[in-house]
């Protein structure tokens, strides 16, 4: 199994942008059993969790970005997203996304511009 992030950019603050990361490798009817998670890591930073939907849909979101971020998935296309609003200067960083037993994928960097 393979996860590549994609979406990111260089975006002013209180800007939007929305993530996408695909599977490939894996059936829809493992996907969709799978809890799939986004992190982050900004430069000089440990890596963080940001949020996590699970197979039943259900999410939960790192402090910092409650109320900005949502994470949403689509099993038919093996793909999870993260729709960020209202984004930071803290947001800057690194986004990857992974599922339990999964290899770290590449990640897709973040940019938000003061």
């Known amino acids: 199994v393979q996860l590549q992030a994609s979406g990111g950019g260089l975006v002013q603050a209180g800007g939007s942008l929305r993530l996408s990361c695909a599977a490939s490798?894996?059936?829809?009817?493992?996907?969709?059993?799978?809890?799939m998670n986004w992190y982050r890591q900004a430069s000089g930073k440990e890596r963080e969790l940001v949020a996590s939907?699970?197979?039943?849909?259900?999410?939960n979101f790192a402090d910092s970005v409650k109320g900005r971020f949502t994470i949403s998935r689509d099993n038919a296309k093996n793909t999870v997203y993260l729709q960020m609003n209202s984004l930071k200067p803290e947001d800057t960083a690194v986004y990857y996304c992974k599922g339990p037993g999964l290899p770290w994928g590449k990640g897709t960097l973040v940019t938000v511009s003061s």
């Open positions: 490798g894996t059936s829809g009817s493992i996907f969709k059993l799978i809890a």
């Open positions: 939907i699970g197979s039943t849909g259900s999410t």
